[in-house]
């Protein structure tokens, strides 16, 4: 079946623009979590939902990082006066359920300029 | 934010040869996983011990979770070039939580 997909897969912007970036978590899962990964280092973790809600947004640096998942499903990741220092792969993962495995997607790599 | 202290950072072996690296924290965890990262990918889970003193193993690759909660090691037997990667370590407090993730070993096997 199909994994855990992002997009887009690479992205550009100039500082201080706005960017979206989404994920397709596997069909049925029903947690999903973002996490940063800065070039040499491991991922950080920003923020996860269980359904609907965020169960613990205390990773997101800043009141810049927002993330919603209106429907339960697929989930946004934004970012608001981008920074360089927010130049990073922002990878997504889900599972099926609290206790199970978290799957990783491949990754948004973005480049703020 | 909080890292795993990974080590080595990196190791360049010969096919063939056995590998082995380790994750240390300070404070206890209560789920310890071993990931895989290729380049232009997300982890890969290789293996997951959730009971202190756990030996697992996964093929060619045996991982322990350490008596403290507070360390995990990654053994490979007899390398081969698919090995070729980035190995992560995390810890998981409770489950559903974040992971918090080591710096990774890069490991680079010669033919």
């Known amino acids: 079946g199909a994994g855990v997909s992002q997009t887009p897969s690479n992205k550009v912007t100039e500082k201080g623009k706005y960017v979206e970036l989404r994920c397709d978590p596997i069909?049925?899962?029903?947690?999903l979590y973002w996490y940063r990964q800065s070039l040499g280092q491991g991922p950080e973790f920003l923020i996860y939902?269980?359904?609907?809600?965020?169960?613990?947004d205390s990773g997101l640096p800043n009141d810049r990082f927002f993330a919603v998942r209106p429907e339960g499903s697929v989930s946004t990741l934004k970012i608001q006066r981008t920074e360089r220092g927010d130049s990073a792969v922002y990878l997504c993962?889900?599972?099926?359920?609290?206790?199970?495995?978290?799957?990783f997607g491949p990754g948004t790599r973005l480049l703020v300029l | 934010g909080q890292q795993l202290n990974q080590s080595p950072q990196s190791m360049f072996i010969q096919e063939g040869e056995d590998v082995s690296m380790n994750c240390t924290s300070s404070?206890?965890?209560?789920?310890w996983l071993w990931y895989k990262q290729d380049p232009g990918e997300g982890p890969v889970l290789l293996i997951a011990l959730y009971k202190a003193g756990e030996l697992t193993s996964n093929g060619r690759l045996t991982a322990q979770f350490g008596i403290t909660r507070k360390d995990s090691f990654l053994n490979i037997s007899a390398s081969i070039p698919s090995d070729v990667g980035i190995y992560f370590c995390?810890?998981?407090?409770?489950?559903?939580?974040?992971?918090?993730f080591g710096g990774g070993t890069r490991l680079m096997v010669k033919p």
């Open positions: 939902f269980q359904g609907t809600g965020a169960a613990d």
């Open positions: 993962a889900s599972s099926s359920g609290l206790a199970e495995t978290q799957y």
């Open positions: 995390a810890g998981q407090y409770n489950a559903g939580n974040m992971l918090t």
């Open positions: 404070s206890i965890f209560n789920t």
């Open positions: 069909s049925g899962h029903t947690a």
